[in-house]
Every structure is written in C-alpha cells, then in structure tokens.
C-alpha cells in the first residue's frame, strides 16, 4: 500500500514526503498526525515536532543537521531554516560484537558464468586494454581506436550522422530556421556495424587521461597504481601501454605497482616507448600487431561457472535524490549484505558522502586498526576541504537541494545505506585493491566517475549505480548497473537505467525483495548480459588527482 509519508527511523523527527502534499494535508504515521502548513514537495521533508534554533534534525536515526530558525509542525525544511550539522564520533568507541547474517540458502548453489584468471580471481567481462602512460600519447591512442574498433566490430556508439545529412539537404532545399526548427529528425540506427572478429573479446577499452607528467610526482605514483589496478583486473585479459619516455609515470613505476597487485602477472602486456621507436607510424604499426595478436590469445578464454564468492561489487550513486535513501540505497545495502554472507567482496567508497555516520561504521570495523585508519583517512579529507575554503557540506548538487537533499549528512545517512549492516572488513586508501572478501570502505571523492573509476581500479567487477535524478555513467571494463530510485526516472530515462525500485516508494515491494531482484540481475549481468551503458559504449574513466574533489 503507497504511503504519503515515511518515517526512516524510529528516532527521526522529520517525515519524508513520498508524493506532493498540498497545504493543509493531515498526514499519519504510527498514530501520530501532523497538517502540512506550507506546500510539501515530493522526496522533502516536513518536521513532526516543533523546532526552534539551533534545535537537531534526525533522520535515519543520525543527526544531518539543525535549525537554522523557528520550524513548525507540519513545516517544511530548507536549505533556508536548516543547516548542516553532524555528532562527533570515536574510534575507540565500543564495537558492534554480532552481524545479524541474512539468509543467503537460495543463492548457496547459484554460480555465474565468468572468466577465469590465473591468479584465481574471476572476471565478469574479457576485455583487452590500450592505455596511455602520459597525456601526450593521447592523439596515439585516438589513431589506435579508429584503426581497430570498427573493423573488430566493436562499434558500439549511436550515429547521428544521418540526422546531421538531413539537416543539410533540408537547407540546401531552401528550408528557414524555423522549418528546420519544427523538423522531427529520423531516428539514427543503433547496433554494431560489423560481426565481432573474437567472440570472447567483449571490447577493447582506451583508456585516455589528463595525467602522468607535471603535477607532483605522487600523482604520478598514484595514477600508476590506478592503471596496475586495471591492468591486474579479473575482467581484463591483456594490455597495450604507450610511454612517450621522458614523463612523470614511468614504465618501471607502472610495472612495480603491477607486481603489488599480482607478483606473479601472467597476462600478455605490450609495452611501446615512443622516444624510443621513434616514428609515428612505426609505433602505431608495432602497437596494432601487438594488439591484435594479444586479442587473438584474449579469444581463447571462454565464460566458465564460477561460484557467487568470487563477485566483487562496487557500490555508486549518484544524481541522487530525496528517495534515494529510503528504496534504491537500502535495497542495494541488502544485496551487499547477501553477498558478504555469500564470502563475496564489496566496495564502499565516496568518503565526503559518509559524513555523519562515521560512528556507525566505526563500531562496524572488525578491529580498532581498521577503525583508527577509517577516521583517519576521514579526518584527513575533511581538513584538506577546509584548508582550501571548503568542506563537506559543500558536497550536495543543486540537483540534490532541488529534490530534497538539503544537507551533506542528510545525502550522506542515505548514501551510506548502500553498504548494508555488515562488518567492515577493511579501509583502503585510494588506489589500494581489495584484498579479503567483506565490507571494505575505499577513500574516494563522491563525484560519480572518479569514485567509479576507482571502485573498479581497486577491483570491483560490477558497480550497482543508484540515481534519483538520471546519469548515464558507464565505465570501460566493469558493467555498471543503474538502479533508479523512482518510477517516473525509470519511465522518464529507460534508456540508461536498468532497474527500478520506485517500487518500494509505490508500495508494491519490499526492501528485501527489490534487493533479492537486483542480485537475481547481477548474476544474469555477471555472465554477459548487456546492461544500457554498455549498450551506449559509456566508457567513463576519470582518475582522481589527489586534491580537493567532493
């Protein structure tokens, strides 16, 4: 039954809207009723006690912020009369002693179909890599993509060349401005262009950046991990890498971060030094011979079983919304606890989003070194924000506040729904790889690619991307799966959103069922099936410069 209101803990004192309320609108939720005063939008919030200054704002159990002015019941909150505000937390504070672990009987003898590595991890995807080791092999990496993508049949972004042909015949006909204006363009056909040469081969990624040289040298150091983090990759079968020679990120710091990852690396990796082989087209040659012999040996692997375990799971949202928290977020915190139970992996990251519930996930952490690296790295990121003028409650978008996301702690309570109730197994710090099955926590911006590209880095092999507001973010190698909080984004944008739990808002499902949904979708994601920013050939990889990014 769709309710008008939520109430998310029993300890908040505010309700959440879950449709627009009109002044005047009695509202009930567990006997209690309140009168809207003023108009309450959808996803906002109305508090359900009277609060003066300075008074505490909860939901979700958590302090997310506090009067600013006078609020009366029935009334709603703003960025105007409330402000951002958290508790203060401990690492030494006493530690949750028992996980409640869900029944996992049904997915026990689920397997997936997936690539195995040498190194015993297993891939959701085989995908072959060209990566640039400095900004200026960028335009290499560019004539690398033409030559070989379309051929390769691996073609995969809409063209709208046509409509861009009509347009000029249209002028050359002697069209106005408004004519054309007023012109509904034909739809430009989507699919590849050609049969795929290696069936096994589901792509080959470029991964262009902005880094390598310049900056400071620790940038360079830590790009090298994020693209070790790639290369390493259980859905990566191989790489092509080219060094101009004189930068920053040097080809031995690139092969040392590999051999953190995987001392004994065993996949095929083609390195080429510009500086060294000297033409333009020499390189390019030597690359495409490589490369295309790297992809014969890529088309030898084939998808096997492969027990749940060896999932490893990202855990991203973002254009996120006032529902977020309360049907998207929640029921992918209970795939992760599924998962956890199974002996899988999952990554939580987006540190400025977990402002406010670092106590709680302090008194998760398995161990006080665990806790005292997490507050750590906390603090740390917090005092970095300030000491540039900023801070995390400047995190929240203006799409945020616009769809009831007022404050950093109020995003950040929701947000952090995403990570279940399970132990926290592990913090890492950005680009560190996961190493044991459970909860890690990685320290990452909350900006959407940065924080994704690094989720897979540290070796998720599929993200679930919750979104309120609709983005369409992809990544080069791992499927990243968007999970709409709504129903009106799943109607609105069913061309990038996979799954819908609008329906918890709607009343027609549960938490835990939406969640046993989403898993049920990841094992059929997990072996093969396309999801839309695959479809689109949304290959976003942005690596985090170790600034001030929120």
């Known amino acids: 039954m769709k309710h008008l209101v939520a109430k998310i803990h029993p300890d908040d004192n505010v309700l959440v809207a879950l449709t627009d309320l009109p002044i005047g609108t009695p509202v009930t939720w567990d006997g209690i009723t309140v009168t809207t005063t003023e108009k309450i939008p959808a996803k906002h919030k109305l508090a359900l006690q009277f609060l003066a200054p300075g008074d505490p704002v909860h939901m979700y159990g958590v302090l997310v912020g506090k009067a600013r002015e006078a609020i009366g019941v029935g009334g709603l909150l703003t960025t105007g009369n409330m402000r ?56 290499n990496i560019q004539v690398l993509e033409e030559a070989l993508v379309n051929d390769l049949g691996y073609a995969r972004r809409k063209s709208y060349q046509p409509q861009t042909q009509e347009l000029i015949s249209l002028m050359q006909a002697g069209k106005s401005v408004e004519e054309i204006l007023a012109t509904d363009l034909h ?18 990624r470029f991964l262009s950046h902005e880094g390598g040289c310049g900056g400071i040298r620790q940038d360079a150091q830590t790009l090298c991990g994020l693209l070790a983090g790639y290369i390493t990759h259980p859905n990566v079968a191989g790489a092509t890498v080219l060094s101009l020679g004189c930068q920053n990120a040097q080809v031995s710091m690139l092969q040392d971060e590999i051999n953190k990852r995987s001392s004994n690396f065993q996949k095929p990796l083609y390195i080429l030094e510009q500086q060294k082989i000297g033409t333009e087209e020499a390189l390019v040659s030597t690359a495409l011979r490589q490369t295309f012999a790297g992809l014969m040996l890529a088309n030898q692997q084939t998808r096997q079983p492969a027990p749940l375990s060896k999932l490893c799971i990202g855990l991203e949202c973002g254009g996120s919304d006032g529902f977020s928290g309360i049907s998207a977020n929640p029921a992918v915190g209970h795939v992760s606890d599924l998962l956890v139970a199974l002996g899988g992996s999952v990554i939580l990251a987006e540190f400025p989003e977990l ?79 996961v190493t044991q099955p459970g909860l890690n926590l990685l320290c990452t911006p909350g900006n959407d690619v940065e924080s994704t590209t690094a989720e897979v ?63 049920d979708y990841v094992v059929r994601v997990a072996s093969g099936e396309e999801v839309a920013a695959v479809r689109h050939g949304q290959t976003d990889f942005i690596p985090w410069k170790r600034g001030v990014s929120l």
């Open 84 to 139: 951002h505000a958290t508790d203060s937390y401990d690492e030494h504070h006493q530690r949750r002693a028992e996980w409640p672990v869900p029944d996992v009987s049904k997915w026990q003898e689920r397997t997936f179909m997936g690539f195995h590595r040498a190194d015993g991890s297993v891939g959701t995807a085989n995908y072959w890599l060209v990566i640039p080791l400095v900004f200026c092999e960028n335009r």
């Open 187 to 204: 739809s430009a056909e989507n699919g590849q262009h050609k049969p795929k040469l290696f069936p096994n081969v589901d792509g080959i």
């Open 355 to 433: 402002c406010g519930v670092e106590q709680e996930l302090v008194d998760r952490s398995v161990n006080t070194a665990t806790a005292e690296r997490f507050s750590s790295l906390m603090k740390a990121y917090g005092d970095s924000a300030v000491a540039v003028g900023s801070g995390f409650d400047m995190n929240p978008s203006p799409g945020n506040i616009r769809d009831g996301l007022i404050t950093d702690a109020m995003k950040s309570a929701g947000a952090a729904r995403k990570g279940g109730s399970s132990p926290v197994v592990a913090v890492l710090d950005y680009p560190e790889p």
């Open 457 to 519: 880095g540290s070796g998720a092999t599929v993200v679930l991307f919750t979104t309120g507001l609709g983005t369409p973010t992809g990544n080069p190698i791992a499927p990243v799966v968007k999970i709409s909080s709504n129903t009106a984004l799943a109607k609105r944008m069913p061309d990038i959103i996979d799954l819908n739990t609008g329906t918890v808002i709607d009343g027609e499902e549960t938490i835990e069922q939406a969640g046993e949904r989403i898993l």
